[in-house]
C-alpha cells in the first residue's frame, strides 16, 4: 500500500522567514501534486511535479521532486499571513491519473 | 468555464436515512473521482468513475456506498442507512478524457455531511 507522509503537521511561522515541508512516499511514482485548502474550502492545485529534478515556482511557493528519494520538498520564502492554510502534497502511483493518495496534509500558520 | 459543482454544500441527516451528494464535473471532462475527508485529515479515494463505468472503486466501502455517473447528468455519490461515522467532507474532481493537463484533477467545493 502506498504511503505518502508529510512533515512537519504543524508549522507556525513568522512572517518573512522561510521554511520547508517535506513529502516522502513509499512507492515508484512519477507525479506528484500540492494541493492548497484554505479551512472549510475545497482544494486549489498549485503544483503538478512529472519528473526527477522537476522544479516549480509561483510567488513564495517553490516545489521540487526527486523520483529516487521518494521525496518532494514545498519550500516557503518570506512568508506573508496571506500563505495560511493547510498543504496537501498527492501521489499518483496509478499511471493513469486515475487515483490520488494524499499525505495527511501540513498545517501552516504565519504570524504577523 | 464553471469549475466542478457539488450539491448540496451542506446536508444533515438522521442515522438510517440515505444521503445522496452529486457532482458536475467541468465542461469537457469525462472523468469524475469521489474523496472523503474526515476532520483533521487528508483525503481518501473512494472511487473512479467514467460515464457509464466504474473504473476503480477499491476505496469504497463493501456495504452501504454506491456511485454512478450516468451518460447524462451529474456522478452521484449514495450512501445508505447512514452512521455517524459518515460524517465528512466529500469531495469531488473531474479530469478531461485525456487525463488532464499533466493529470490534474480538479476539485469541486465538497459536501459536508453531517449524520446525527
Known amino acids: 500500500e502506498l504511503k505518502v507522509e508529510q512533515n512537519p503537521l504543524f508549522l507556525s511561522m513568522q512572517e518573512g522567514k522561510n521554511y520547508t515541508i517535506y513529502c516522502n512516499y513509499s512507492t515508484t511514482s512519477d507525479r506528484l501534486y500540492w494541493y492548497r485548502q484554505d479551512p472549510g474550502k475545497s482544494l486549489e492545485s498549485l503544483f503538478v511535479?512529472?519528473?526527477?529534478?522537476a522544479v516549480k515556482q509561483e510567488g513564495r511557493l517553490m516545489a521540487s521532486l526527486d523520483t529516487k528519494a521518494r521525496l518532494s520538498t514545498l519550500h516557503i520564502t518570506a512568508a506573508v499571513h496571506d500563505l495560511s492554510a493547510t498543504y496537501f502534497c498527492a501521489v499518483d502511483w496509478s499511471y493513469s491519473g486515475s487515483r490520488l493518495t494524499f499525505g495527511e496534509g501540513t498545517q501552516l500558520t504565519v504570524n504577523p | 468555464n464553471a469549475g466542478v459543482m457539488q450539491n448540496p454544500r451542506h446536508l444533515v441527516r438522521r442515522r438510517g436515512q440515505e444521503a445522496r451528494l452529486r457532482c458536475s464535473p467541468m465542461k469537457g471532462h469525462s472523468h469524475v473521482y469521489w474523496y472523503r475527508q474526515l476532520p483533521e485529515e487528508g483525503l481518501k479515494f473512494m472511487v473512479y468513475?467514467?460515464?457509464?463505468?466504474?473504473?476503480?472503486e477499491s476505496g469504497m466501502p463493501k456495504e452501504r456506498f454506491s456511485a454512478e455517473f450516468p451518460k447524462e447528468g451529474p456522478s452521484i455519490l449514495r450512501i445508505q442507512q447512514v452512521v455517524r461515522g459518515d460524517s465528512a467532507a466529500y469531495f469531488c474532481?473531474?479530469?478531461?478524457?485525456?487525463?488532464?493537463?499533466?493529470?490534474?484533477?480538479?476539485f469541486g467545493p465538497g459536501t459536508r455531511l453531517l449524520v446525527l
Open positions: 468513475l467514467q460515464k457509464e463505468n466504474i473504473i476503480d
Open positions: 474532481a473531474s479530469s478531461p478524457p485525456s487525463g488532464g493537463p499533466k493529470g490534474t484533477q480538479y
Open positions: 511535479l512529472l519528473s526527477n529534478g
